[in-house]
């Protein structure tokens, strides 16, 4: 019988107590490496032509790649929280000791589906004239918020990738995906469910503009963790 999210959800809290600050550092951290990375790309095609601004595109694809490292090590943080293993900020960097290479490759296919089911509203961004812009923003902001929902949904098969990454080192990333897409055949509506439990968290984090997430998002990732570590023990179970 796998743990419900009620369950599993108490479970992360009991195990953040104490590592606050690892987690939130890691996090911040984490949204740093990303800002940085996104600025310098935006300064390197700073124009709103068509050439730069498809540039731009291409560049924030091949970082948010690269940023599967990053993935990688707030997920070892995670796993580390929810197995009562020590930790620190720092780990965010772990994937550049072991196989960062893997790390990205395990994202690309995140990136890709997230990055199709968002392309109406980047190209209507792009199109739309700046004049017009404002007038447009709400139709943009639509179209974004159900990209990111069917890349949500489309990239479920995908959920234990890098939680994989860390429990298999043996496995490439080819097989890990494989592995993934086997593993949560079933499991679908039970870790969609747990995602959407804590929505009303996420409303609280837009009404916070943002400061909540130093707290929600940390809860999220070991909560996503103990959902893996009860799935692996019911399959070995089994």
Request: positive net charge.
């Amino acid at each position: 019988m796998y743990k419900s999210r009620k369950e599993l959800k108490a479970l992360a809290r009991t195990q953040m107590q104490g590592k606050y600050k690892t987690l939130i550092g890691a996090f911040v951290l984490q949204e740093i490496i990303t800002l940085l990375l996104e600025s310098v790309m935006l300064s390197l095609f700073p124009s709103n032509s068509l050439v730069d601004n498809t540039l731009y595109f291409i560049a924030i694809f091949a970082v948010n790649a690269f940023l599967g490292t990053v993935v990688a090590g707030m997920t070892f943080i995670s796993m580390s929280v929810a197995c009562g293993m020590p930790c620190r900020a720092g780990d965010i960097y772990r994937s550049f000791q072991d196989n960062p290479g893997k790390a990205v490759w395990l994202q690309l296919p995140i990136v890709i589906i997230h990055t199709i089911c968002t392309l109406p509203a980047s190209i209507m961004s792009i199109i739309t004239p700046d004049e017009a812009y404002f007038s447009q923003l709400g139709v943009i902001l639509i179209l974004n918020a159900l990209g990111i929902l069917a890349a949500t949904v489309l990239s479920l098969p995908f959920a234990l990738v890098f939680y994989m990454y860390w429990d298999f080192p043996e496995y490439d990333a080819k097989y890990i995906l494989k592995r993934s897409f086997e593993l949560m055949k079933g499991n679908y509506l039970r870790y969609l469910g747990l995602q959407i439990s804590f929505l009303p968290l996420w409303i609280l984090v837009v009404l916070s503009f943002g400061i909540g997430a130093l707290w929600v998002t940390p809860y999220v990732n070991v909560t996503n963790a103990n959902f893996y570590l009860d799935l692996m023990a019911k399959k070995n179970k089994e």
